[in-house]
């Protein structure tokens, strides 16, 4: 026997229609303990296998339990997913585009009770000490449902209450990671050994359903190459944008810090603020930064966190000594009380943590196999990666599930048609996501001054032309991006309005011409 740390676990029996063949049996596994240490046999089989824990994955279990199945197994490296280095730490946006599938496991009204609502936005920028320009917009949200920022430690840790809630039919294997995939001949499944980081033990499970949840950088994918017979169709297909390799990090900041060395300027924990830099060392031009406050809840004592996002090569990602970075923010950002603000260990471990790089847009070739009869489907950043341009990676990964959802609901809860399908009716949507990246803000960190300028200029250009004429001319992607549209939808319109503003330029020109002549 091998002890795992996992959920406590009821011996279940799977519905007739999920496995038709009924050629193998359920793991026997009681405990009475929520959340305990269980035992579970090696070489057991299990109805669904969700790799990786985070907010994909552990949405991905509780969207099965939803759907009536009752022995799913969550395989999460960390002990303590929910928890996250606070220098890498970001805020969510969750969407509308989201939303659906947070409703259909009961954590929509956590994110009214976490989240700040998007439908009044409000953004400040500070650039001195009286030096603050408060922007508001309001905006209709789709269906009545405005987005909401949260951080996503809080946002895991709403959804890891819900699996405690359903630990009578969800096995979560905390501290443990996939080592290898084997095809298992006689029965047809996929043979997962997963291995425990802190008690150096191993062991077997088998499945005919995998959810690859782990990451642009899937194990679940690395391992099948040697298994599948057609290694091709899971090929990552890479898309370029001038958003790649930017670096992001993060500084915990304390409650309400003041942004401005009179305190006339607070952080109002719903408001997002962009703090202007001067620059610092020998060429101020060259090494200016901004930091941004994103929103981090409505509970007034939450704490901030400063972001940062700038190319690698900026001289920013250069220091490495806690006190050289207090400097070059005293240098940068003259009017705000570094040093009053900032404790010395929340900027000894900004200082050293590594930076976490933007990657290339990629997608996989093929979101869903079937092997033997086996089916994998690969979700979230295991299946599509990008920037966070247009706030879509949660997003997308919460449609991603959502189709899922439909997909079993239409094959009866079977996943070897469910596979074929699940791909077919989601291929389009995410190539089209592709191009979206591509396109949508890809400058708006302002790593290259004028096609920022050029990327603002468009935005203001199809906003008024959509004002004039709104069944010819649609927002920019970026606006776009939170219409309750496909990403193909999407897509066709930005296309069409690029289309008719090269017809309304040649008009113009046209029209010019001969008035000249």
Not at 155 to 178: C, M, N, P
Not at 495 to 513: G, M
């Amino acid at each position: 026997m091998v002890v795992l740390n996992s959920v406590s676990f009821v011996s279940v029996s799977l519905p007739e229609k999920r496995f038709q063949n009924g050629e193998w049996s359920l793991c026997k596994v009681r405990c009475k303990k929520s959340w305990a240490m269980c035992a579970l046999e090696k070489g057991t089989a299990v109805g669904a296998v969700v790799v990786g824990g985070g907010p994909i994955g552990s949405v991905a279990a509780l969207m099965l339990a939803a759907r009536g199945w009752k022995d799913i197994t969550v395989v999460e490296r960390s002990s303590e997913p929910w928890v996250s280095n606070p220098a890498r730490t970001f805020s969510y946006l969750v969407s509308h585009r989201g939303q659906k599938m947070l409703r259909e496991i009961g954590l929509d009204d956590e994110l009214s009770k976490l989240g700040v609502p998007t439908d009044v936005n409000s953004f400040a920028l500070v650039s001195g000490d009286k030096a603050l320009q408060v922007f508001r917009s309001y905006v209709k949200p789709e269906g009545n449902r405005p987005g909401y920022w949260m951080l996503r430690t809080h946002f895991l840790t709403a959804i890891y209450r819900l699996l405690e809630q359903r630990s009578d039919v969800i096995r979560v294997l905390k501290g443990y990671h996939l080592e290898s995939i084997q095809k298992v001949v006689e029965t047809g499944a996929l043979e997962l050994e997963l291995h425990s980081d802190s008690e150096g033990a191993s062991t077997q499970i088998e499945t005919k359903f995998v959810l690859a949840c782990d990451g642009a950088n899937s194990k679940t994918r690395t391992e099948l190459l040697s298994v599948v017979e057609n290694p091709q169709d899971l090929d990552i297909l890479t898309y370029d944008t001038p958003a790649a390799q930017l670096c992001y990090r993060s500084l915990q900041l304390p409650l309400k810090p003041s942004l401005n060395r009179n305190g006339t300027v607070g952080s109002d924990p719903t408001m997002i603020y962009v703090l202007s830099g001067h620059g610092f060392g020998s060429e101020p031009s060259k090494s200016s930064f901004r930091m941004g406050l994103l929103p981090v809840g409505i509970d007034p004592n939450l704490p901030r966190r400063g972001s940062f996002t700038m190319p690698w090569q900026h001289p920013f990602w250069e220091i490495k000594d806690t006190e050289n970075m207090f400097r070059a923010f005293e240098e940068n950002f003259p009017y705000f009380p570094v040093r009053e603000v900032i404790s010395h260990q929340a900027m000894e471990e900004f200082v050293h943590c590594e930076p976490v790089r933007f990657p290339l847009i990629q997608r996989i070739r093929k979101l869903s196999l079937l092997e033997g009869e086996a089916s994998v489907f690969f979700l979230g950043d295991s299946a599509h990666a990008f920037p966070p341009d247009l706030g879509q990676g949660i997003n997308a990964g919460l449609q991603d599930l959502e189709v899922l959802y439909d997909t079993l609901h239409q094959t009866q809860e079977d996943v070897a048609a469910a596979s074929s399908l699940y791909h077919e009716e989601h291929d389009e949507d995410i190539q089209a996501l592709m191009r979206l990246m591509q396109i949508g803000g890809p400058y708006q960190y302002r790593q290259d001054k004028f096609r920022n300028t050029l990327w603002v200029f468009n935005q203001v250009l199809r906003k008024n032309l959509h004002k004039l004429a709104p069944g010819l001319f649609y927002p920019q992607v970026f606006s776009l991006i939170s219409f309750d549209l496909s990403y193909k939808e999407i897509l066709r319109l930005a296309n069409q309005t690029t289309r008719n503003i090269f017809i309304l330029i040649f008009l113009l020109v046209s029209l010019c011409l001969k008035v000249v002549l």
